[in-house]
């Protein structure tokens, strides 16, 4: 079938190798590789945080240049124990803990350094890698950018998108007490966390409908209601209020005050103009940080990578830095 990407987008391929990674405290994380086996290593790192990573994905990577590997992070998608599950301990679900899920599955798959490729979430989660491990990443193509600094998080979750979607913003709030609205994550988090679904599953779907709504440019409802199956939206929901309630265990402003760091890595930012999750300001102050990066401010896009003028800058950016990694094999085999 068809789709509005055929023509921007690499066609659809299948893994040739899937598996589970034990990374301890019982959690066991899915992973699958395609395209080439002996190809240029990227790693897909998804959004949500608790989305999953998605089959479509693969298509923004020439298959004959790049050898793709994806995974669910922990308590997402096909890893287990899932985020939904009563008994599902997030103690052990931290920004650290998922750093260090990718260095274990790096090592496994003895892979030297590899592209880091995500967006919202999976763009936090890639600075916060290539951060810690600058010596392990080769490039980084980032979009919808998220650092998770407070006051990104309360434009979200706190009222400050409630200017531009008061009608959204309404059925968010409708499941929280009128006494406990003053501070929405900590309230969200005792409905998420309760173990009556009559009180979390409402709760999540509310979550899971605000932040789905406002993610693409124009309404797209056949699409949220996808999302708003119990079990999926209990996850993602639990996963993200534990996230933002914590502030991804970063210091305010972390990942932006330390790309000295990274500042000599080949990266592109990709950015829709009209993101209402990640407004502008904080791909901007990237940006401003790290003008070394190439930077592509989309004119007519939102969040989703699916919208057209970001996919086609992500397919760019990824055959870029394939046709230079190609450059540098020729240029060594010729010396």
């Known amino acids: 079938m068809m789709t509005h990407l055929d023509g921007i987008l690499y066609p659809p391929i299948k893994p040739y190798e899937t598996g589970e990674l034990i990374v301890g405290d019982g959690q066991r994380v899915h992973w699958e590789q395609s395209g080439s ?19 479509s994905y693969r298509r923004f990577f020439d298959p004959d240049v790049y050898r793709i590997v994806q995974l669910d992070q922990r308590g997402a998608g096909r890893s287990t124990p899932p985020a939904h599950e009563p008994e599902a301990d997030l103690r052990h679900n931290t920004t650290w803990h998922l750093v260090a899920d990718l260095e274990l599955l790096r090592r496994n798959l003895a892979i030297e350094q590899w592209q880091l490729f995500g967006g919202s979430w999976g763009s936090t989660l890639a600075l916060a890698y290539a951060e810690a491990h600058p010596q392990l990443v080769s490039e980084l193509v980032l979009w919808s950018i998220f650092t998770l600094r407070r006051h990104e998080i309360e434009w979200m979750y706190e009222g400050g998108a409630a200017a531009i979607y008061p009608d959204l913003w309404e059925e968010f709030i409708a499941p929280i007490p009128v006494l406990e609205r003053a501070r929405l994550l900590e309230a969200y988090h005792r409905c998420l966390t309760d173990p009556d679904p009559a009180v979390h599953v409402p709760a999540a779907v509310a979550w899971t409908r605000w932040t789905a709504s406002l993610a693409t440019l124009l309404p797209q409802p056949e699409a949220v209601e996808k999302l708003l199956k119990p079990s999926r939206a209990v996850a993602s ?98 010396e």
Request: proline share 8%; glycine share 10%; charged share 20%.
């Open 37 to 55: 086996p002996d190809g240029k290593p990227v790693v897909v790192l998804h959004g949500g945080p608790g989305s999953g990573s998605r089959g």
């Open 237 to 334: 929901a639990r996963l993200q209020n534990h996230y933002f309630l914590n502030g991804a265990w970063l210091e305010e402003g972390q990942l932006i005050a330390r790309v000295d760091s990274i500042r000599h890595l080949p990266a592109a930012i990709v950015q829709g103009r009209y993101d209402i999750c990640a407004p502008p300001m904080t791909a901007w102050d990237l940006h401003r940080a790290w003008p070394e990066a190439d930077f592509t401010m989309v004119p007519d896009a939102a969040h989703l990578a699916s919208e057209p003028g970001i996919a086609a800058a992500l397919r760019a950016a990824t055959d870029r830095f394939a046709a230079a990694s190609v450059s540098e094999e020729l240029g060594s085999l010729v």
